[in-house]
Structure formats: C-alpha cells, structure tokens
C-alpha cells in the first residue's frame, strides 16, 4: 500500500513536457510582448524627437559666447514662430480638401490633378527666391511672402470652379515655397550667430504648426461654422502674427 502511487497523481512524461512547453512559450511571448513595446516606445522617441528638441533649446544653459557669436532671443522667438506660421498655413488646407470636392463636384483623379498645383507652384517658386533674398533680404521676403500667403486660404474657401481652384493653389504653393527657403535661410544665420544648436528645433515647430494647422481648422468647421469664417479667422492669425514678428528678424540676412 505504501508503494502505489493514485492514478491522479501518477507522474507522467508526456504532462511534465507539455507544462515546460508551455512554460517556454510564455516566457516567448512576454520577452516579444516586451521587446515590441520597447521598439514602440523608440519610435515614439524619435518621432518626437525634433519638438523634444524645439523645448530643450529654450532652456538650455547659457554657456559663455565665443568670438562672433551673439545672443538673439528676438531673432530665434521670430524664426519659431515663422516656421509655426508656415505649418499651420500649410495643414490648414488639409480639412478644406473635402469641402472644395464636394462643392466643385471633382472625382478622385480631377482632385488629385488639381493637387499638383500646390506642388507644382513651391516648385517654381523655390528657385527664384534665392535671388529675391539675396537682394532684399530674407526678412522681406518672409514678410511679404508670409501676408500673400495669409491671402490664399480665404480664397481656397470660395474658389468658384476648377480653374481658379488651379491658379490659387499655383499661387498658395508658391508662397509656402518662398517662405520655406528665406525662413531656412535666416535659421541658418541666426543658428551661426548664436552658437549652438537651433536648427531641429525650428523644424520641430514646423511640425506642430502642421499639427495645430490641422486640428484647429477642423475645431472650427466642427463647431458648425462656415469654410470662409474658418479660413478667415486662421489668416488673421497668421497675419498678425507674422506683422508682430517682423521687426525681430535679422536686417541684413
């Protein structure tokens, strides 16, 4: 009696190896579960990445300057606000899109022809702007490229057919672009004055502005106001905004 073993309780091969497989397979699946939240986590880093950047050069130390170089607190707010003005410009078109295609009665091959105006008008105008800010300077140009363009997105709003639709995006795209190439031209002078390292952080808030662009354009025509209101009210913004900035922009760039 003392020697049997209850059947229940009889140990067997088949069981112990199925219990270590299946304790293989959980320790599998946790250490994938965490590696896949750690890659996660890394892209969500990097991605963030140049708006991490845009804060840190706001507080960052103040080291000793070196020979050349120049505080320019005004100079830098101005330059991150005009990369903001140039996002939120740009991605304050994306909620219009629907609105013009259902009002022009365009399909998706006419809509997607009609967007390669946008990108066909910065094309044009990227080249001609390097002379432009070489002999006005970037700081007009970024001011009135950046008040032309405020003009555009109420226009988007009311263009009554498809070929005005066609030139007022040719003109859209073409302001974005000159604002883009003086914008980055000044950011590379006031990074060289200053010292250290500004440059991702001026396009981190370019993203943003593509961000905030997007979702307040959405905000307002969500609470039920009109394309044109919408549209008015961001190039206000951006207007004032911009004519707020000018004077802090570098002269002789």
Same mark, same amino acid.
């Given at each position: 009696?003392?020697?049997?073993? /209850?059947?229940? !309780?009889?140990?067997?091969?088949?069981?112990?190896?199925?219990? /270590?497989?299946?304790?293989?397979?959980?320790? %599998?699946? !946790?250490?994938?579960?965490?590696?896949?939240?750690?890659?996660?986590?890394?892209?969500?880093?990097?991605?963030?990445?140049?708006?991490?950047?845009?804060?840190?050069?706001?507080? $960052?130390?103040?080291?000793?300057?070196?020979?050349?170089?120049?505080?320019?607190?005004?100079?830098?707010? %101005?330059? /991150?606000?005009?990369?903001?003005?140039?996002?939120?410009?740009?991605?304050?078109?994306?909620?219009?899109?629907?609105?013009?295609?259902? !009002?022009?009665?365009?399909?998706?091959?006419?809509?997607?022809?009609?967007?390669?105006?946008?990108?066909?008008?910065?094309?044009?105008?990227?080249?001609?702007?390097?002379?432009?800010?070489?002999?006005?300077?970037?700081?007009?140009?970024?001011?009135?490229?950046?008040?032309?363009?405020?003009?555009?997105?109420?226009?988007?709003?009311?263009?009554?057919?498809?070929?005005?639709?066609?030139?007022?995006?040719?003109?859209?795209?073409?302001?974005?672009?000159?604002?883009?190439?003086?914008?980055?031209?000044?950011?590379?002078?006031?990074?060289?004055?200053?010292?250290?390292?500004?440059?991702?952080?001026?396009?981190?808030?370019?993203? $943003?502005?593509?961000?905030?662009?997007?979702?307040?354009?959405?905000?307002?025509?969500?609470?039920?106001?009109?394309?044109?209101?919408?549209?008015?009210?961001?190039?206000?913004?951006?207007?004032?905004? $911009?004519?707020?900035?000018?004077?802090?922009?570098?002269? !002789? $760039?």
């Amino acid at each position: 009696y003392a020697m049997q073993v /209850r059947p229940d !309780r009889a140990p067997t091969h088949g069981s112990r190896r199925a219990r /270590r497989a299946r304790g293989d397979a959980g320790r %599998a699946i !946790r250490s994938s579960g965490h590696a896949s939240a750690g890659l996660h986590v890394l892209s969500c880093f990097y991605t963030f990445v140049p708006v991490l950047n845009a804060l840190e050069t706001i507080s $960052v130390p103040r080291e000793p300057l070196q020979a050349g170089q120049q505080r320019l607190p005004g100079a830098i707010r %101005a330059t /991150r606000l005009i990369f903001l003005v140039s996002g939120i410009g740009m991605a304050s078109w994306a909620p219009m899109v629907p609105y013009v295609k259902a !009002r022009l009665g365009l399909d998706d091959a006419a809509l997607g022809l009609v967007l390669l105006a946008f990108g066909g008008g910065s094309m044009l105008s990227m080249p001609l702007v390097g002379l432009l800010t070489h002999r006005y300077g970037n700081r007009r140009v970024i001011s009135v490229a950046g008040l032309l363009l405020c003009v555009a997105i109420p226009v988007l709003a009311i263009v009554p057919d498809v070929l005005t639709l066609d030139v007022t995006l040719l003109y859209f795209g073409a302001m974005l672009g000159a604002v883009d190439v003086a914008m980055n031209a000044h950011a590379v002078e006031v990074e060289r004055r200053d010292g250290r390292a500004l440059m991702s952080g001026f396009h981190g808030l370019f993203s $943003v502005g593509g961000l905030v662009g997007a979702a307040l354009m959405s905000a307002l025509l969500a609470l039920g106001l009109p394309l044109l209101v919408g549209a008015l009210a961001i190039a206000l913004l951006l207007m004032l905004i $911009v004519l707020g900035q000018r004077r802090s922009l570098l002269v !002789r $760039v």
